[in-house]
């Protein structure tokens, strides 16, 4: 039966991260100098992963005596590989980090603090930093980072009669609404009902209302009447039909897009390119937007950062490296490639990253966007969040007394 | 029963050693116990522990140490700091176990889990049966054919099922909805209601393991002997008659064996909700499984998660004797 062979396997593997060779420490102390002949071992995941290996041989030309290997990682199984690398002590030199691993892994102590003297605060954009921060402390140089903005069917839109970006809530849902009545789209809105990382779709709503989960002081604040107001919102799209209540794991959002069955969605820059690719009939027809505004027009931040292992015996070889991939021309060279907006803000100033009008709305909104607080149960913390958006999507609890509960289960997380 | 009777021979003379076999109350098994054991060590025995080490080595690392360690976990609250540094876990005695029953969502994965098992294994074994009778006594042509058809879901992998079910699924354009819009109705939600999506699950789980029991059954049915058949048709029994009277009795061996696995595999479900929903719809298709995987290896609380895994270890265990006890007895 796979199924009991999976549990036991699952078994090994805690058994494995329980009494695993705690073989970190004791390594660091033998650092091999920048210029000396060596090896850097380097972790980056999902599509970034392949990409950096092109990189990687740029920079050895340059490098002769370095050789980076890049190991690609699959974002889905990048949070245990990295555990268990963490327990084992076999963590990369250079790993790439996804804000929302920064606060567990400077708490299992295996992140190196950034060199404050290398890397300036000032040339990155405020969000991206914080999320390689904890308490206080850098862990991590942002690489690059990544907003949500509103992508729209800017032909359909005409087709319903209305020619102009929504700016509000309410033109928003007025969009939604024409889409669906007037253009005959299945859909109004794209947003996730429930699910692993929903809340995540939920920000532009909660951050635009002025809400947000912990506050600045790290008092917990999920329900406080801002959240409250964008919960409501958030649940009207499923209450009157213009969004899908039908959880659907691994959605692929770009091919409705495309078809036209949803006409608006949040997404991040990566959409450019898989729309261009994916659905070159769509070219000129659909647009990006700011989020729509309530208090102001907020959307969350996302993006990684890039870290170096309290282990490594290759550190100055490593601070180099990442010198180079988040400096001026690495993070002009590195959008190029992948089309992942960079991190220094001293990268936008020239070429297409200054030219292109798409590129200005992620930049606008890049300005303001807010980083998920970097604390080592995030994800439990966010799973709370979660839970009270499906309560609400599901018409199962009203917006106030889901965010209630929640209120208090993360209170109990948050010591 | 094997083990049962060596176990009850050993412990009858362990710690009395000598005196206990002689003493009448020991009875013929105690006595063969002890002549197992006092045959020396000779090169036969070496033999056989050699070809065995490999085998005992692997279980040994992956498969009695994992169960122990998850044990000794269970008693601490080894968290996501205790990575790194696993000494300091601290031992809480029972208090993972103590909150598990506090625990509104394990308390629901559980009832989940009830309710899949409940409503599943006899929808498999029925169906599984059914199959394997019409298989085995009709369709002589193609019969090859269907029985490949019932068990290529068993061999396919379980992310091609879930798209393909997913696509069947679907509320907007899948394949069930597209029927009803034929008609001019609109689809139900298999997956995003509360109502359907547990039943939709157990859907998917009964298509692919009904492949399993069938064949176990037709093994079963192959295993009759014909001339019983063919004693009884003589007499004029009936087709019914014959099921009920011949079919069903001999298959008991079968039929026990059947349900125990497929309990068992019901119990630690958890491919079906970790592709297909992630255990949502508002946790209506969290299962013990999914919900243990989830404390331990989304938010590191692998103390609790392991104390979850002992939990539906006892379950499984209490389940499989009462089934062992209930269907055995019918027999005689």
């Known amino acids: ?415 | 029963m094997s083990t049962v009777t060596g176990k009850a021979a050993q412990t009858a003379k362990g710690p009395q050693g000598r005196a206990t076999a002689k003493s009448p109350a020991a009875g013929p098994g105690a006595s063969q116990g002890r002549q197992v054991r006092r045959k020396p060590l000779g090169r036969q025995n070496a033999a056989g522990w050699l070809f065995s080490t490999p085998f005992l080595v692997l279980f040994l690392v992956f498969m009695a140490f994992p169960i122990l360690a998850t044990l000794v976990m269970s008693f601490t609250d080894f968290g996501l700091r205790n990575v790194t540094h696993p000494l300091d876990a601290k031992f809480i005695g029972f208090e993972n176990y103590v909150n598990l029953f506090g625990d509104d969502k394990f308390l629901r994965s559980l009832l989940n889990t009830g309710y899949f098992v409940v409503v599943g294994v006899p929808l498999t074994i029925g169906i599984g049966l059914l199959v394997a009778v019409l298989l085995n006594n009709g369709i002589d042509r193609a019969r090859t054919f269907f029985r490949v058809g019932f068990y290529a879901p068993v061999v396919t992998t379980i992310v091609a099922v879930a798209v393909v079910w997913r696509f069947v699924l679907d509320p907007s354009d899948g394949l069930i909805s597209g029927l009803f819009s034929e008609v001019g109705l609109t689809g139900p939600d298999f997956l995003g209601s509360e109502a359907l999506a547990m039943p939709s699950m157990i859907a998917m789980a009964v298509w692919r393991n009904v492949g399993t029991v069938m064949v176990l059954f037709i093994a079963g049915l192959q295993a009759i002997p014909t001339e019983v058949r063919e004693a009884a048709r003589l007499d004029g029994t009936g087709v019914w008659a014959e099921f009920k009277g011949i079919t069903v009795p001999l298959l008991r061996p079968t039929m026990l064996y059947a349900t125990v696995i497929t309990t068992i595999g019901y119990l630690n479900v958890f491919e079906e909700p970790f592709v297909m929903t992630q255990g949502g719809p508002s946790d209506s298709t969290l299962t013990v499984s999914l919900n243990m995987y989830r404390e331990g290896f989304n938010f590191f609380h692998m103390g609790y998660a392991s104390a979850m895994a002992y939990v539906l270890f006892v379950v499984i265990m209490a389940i499989t004797v009462l089934q062992l006890r209930l269907l055995k007895d019918n027999t005689k």
């Not at chain 1, 980072?145 to 700016?167: E, F, H, N, S």
């Not at chain 1, 261009?276 to 102001?296: M, R, Y």
């Open chain 1, 1 to 415: 039966m796979p199924r009991t062979a999976r549990i036991t396997v699952s078994a090994g593997i805690a058994a494995a991260l329980a009494f695993g060779i705690t073989a970190c420490g004791g390594s660091g102390g033998d650092s091999v100098a920048a210029d000396k002949k060596q090896t850097l071992t380097v972790w980056a995941m999902g599509a970034e992963g392949e990409k950096l290996a092109d990189v990687a041989k740029v920079y050895e030309k340059a490098h002769p005596n370095v050789t980076v290997k890049v190991t690609p990682v699959g974002w889905d199984v990048a949070h245990q590989k990295l555990v268990s690398a963490a327990a084992a002590g076999t963590m990369p030199d250079v790993a790439q980090m996804g804000g929302s691993y920064m606060g567990e892994f400077s708490d299992l102590g295996v992140l190196e603090p950034v060199d404050t003297k290398t890397f300036d605060e000032k040339d990155y954009f405020p969000s991206g930093w914080s999320q390689g921060e904890v308490d206080g402390t850098a862990y991590g140089v942002p690489w690059y980072v990544d907003t949500r903005v509103l992508y729209y069917r800017t032909d359909l839109a005409k087709k319903a009669g209305i020619t102009k970006a929504p700016t509000t809530w309410k033109e928003m849902q007025a969009l939604a609404t024409a889409y669906q009545k007037d253009a005959g789209t299945k859909w109004g809105l794209s947003i996730q009902p429930s699910g692993l990382d929903t809340v995540q779709n939920f920000y532009p709503f909660l951050y635009s209302a002025g809400g947000s989960i912990i506050d600045d002081k790290g008092k917990v604040v999920i329900d406080s009447p801002a959240a409250v107001k964008a919960l409501k919102e958030y649940g009207s799209y499923f209450d009157k039909g213009l969004s899908n209540k039908s959880v659907q794991p691994g959605y692929d959002v770009v091919k409705d897009f495309g078809n036209g069955r949803v006409p608006m969605f949040f997404g991040g820059p990566w959409h450019v390119t898989l729309l261009d690719e994916g659905q070159p009939q769509l070219k000129g027809k659909w647009a990006v937007a700011n989020v729509p505004a309530d208090a102001s027009s907020t959307s969350m931040a996302g993006g990684s950062s890039l870290v170096i292992s309290k282990d490594s015996e290759h550190k100055a070889a490593a601070t180099e490296f990442i010198k180079y991939l988040t400096g001026t021309e690495g993070q002009a060279d590195w959008y190029k490639r992948t089309k992942d907006l960079p991190a220094n803000t001293n990268a936008w100033t020239s070429g297409t990253l200054a030219d292109d009008a798409d590129l200005q709305v992620f930049k606008k909104q890049m300005d303001t966007a807010k980083a998920s607080p970097t604390l080592s149960n995030l994800t439990e913390i966010t799973d709370k969040v979660d839970q009270a958006i499906a309560k609400v999507t599901q018409g199962k609890a009203s917006a106030e007394d889901a965010l209630k509960t929640a209120q208090s289960q993360i209170e109990s997380l948050v010591k």
